[in-house]
């Protein structure tokens, strides 16, 4: 156990072997963490668990650490199983414990659990007195599920926020003071961008209600990763700047090629970016991490994606990070289209077709080769990345 803080112990479980998470669709390079956190007042709560497959090492902490007998509360600020997973092994030993989480909370573990265990439901401003701190519950709807909460633990000034301000970063340390700040901060937007984007309108008015609450916040321990206690309140500022749409005025060129010839249009337009100022990332989709490609795609402004044509359609690769994208609902980017064919060309127009459904705005024409580019080719290229660097920086 770590005290965070007077009688506030961390006993969650570090995960380093996590390579993917919520199946495959999260790349976690640096593993994980399932924070769970105890607080030993007067009355002994436990707040969240930990992923099933620590379920057995994580009970039998707690029955050395306290005795299990000893736990009065149980809170599940959210029911997803990375942090709920053990709770159906914990509450085999104590099956009477009440269990504090919101309406959906008790629903969701109803559904998945089929137990109906002592279920405490509460909604935003209800409280749960320990003894000297007071525990002050604050549902969280689609953040960024239908169930989520968030838990202050008055008098300690200790936000127990769940997913939110998390990161997927196992640490040998676990304060935000202690690790490499580009480490951190590249997790947190990570999750962010993939996890929260299409909830930022929600992301916003939460900050709002929870800074009208003007409440002392000393600490704020998400449920993954580092626990922001050095400034804690820094990690929410971020939050409110990448829920207002976004971006770091650069362009991010996403393409897959079948024989390079996607790819020599690819690096021709990025010249094109660079000679007008703008700075371009390139991503060959068939090689890049799709997770850290999205993270690119939120902190840039200008989206130019190519394909090869194939079959009348699009690689696989590049419809696969297209519908991702979709679903993320960014907001505020512009984006145009590209690729080369050697018969029927469909791909570009495939590809800026779903860049507006995914809501970008399509700022320049389409450009597309048929096959290998010639020198005049690879130049037109580059003036239509002059061009789109120019439509770009009148949109930013
Ligand atoms: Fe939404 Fe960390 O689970």
Redesign the pocket.
Known sequence: MLELKEKIYWVGVKDWELKRFHGEEYSTHRGSS?NSYLIKDKKIALVDTVWTPFHEGFVADLEKEIGLNNIEYIIIN?T????AGSLAYLMEKIPDTPIYCTKNGASMIKGHFHKDWNFKVVKTGDSLELGDYKLVFVEMPML??PD?MATYVAGANVLLS??AF?QHYASPYMFNDQVDQGELFQEAVKYYAN?LTPFSGLVKKKIKEIKELNVPIDMIAP??GIIWRDNPLQIVEKYDLWASEYDEGTAAILYDTMWGATKKMALSIAKGLEKNGIGVKVFNLGKIDKNDVLTEVFKAKGIIVGSSTINKGILSSTASILEIIKGLKFKGKVATAFGSYGWSGESPKIVEQRLTDAGFEIIQELIKVKYDPTPENLRECEAFGEQFALKMKEHM
């Not at 997803?80 to 942090?83: F, I, L, N, S, T």
Request: hydrophobic residues 15%; aromatic residues 14%; negative net charge.
């Open positions: 399932y959210h997803e199983q990375d942090h960024h599920w989520s769940n997913d998390g996890i449920s993954h």
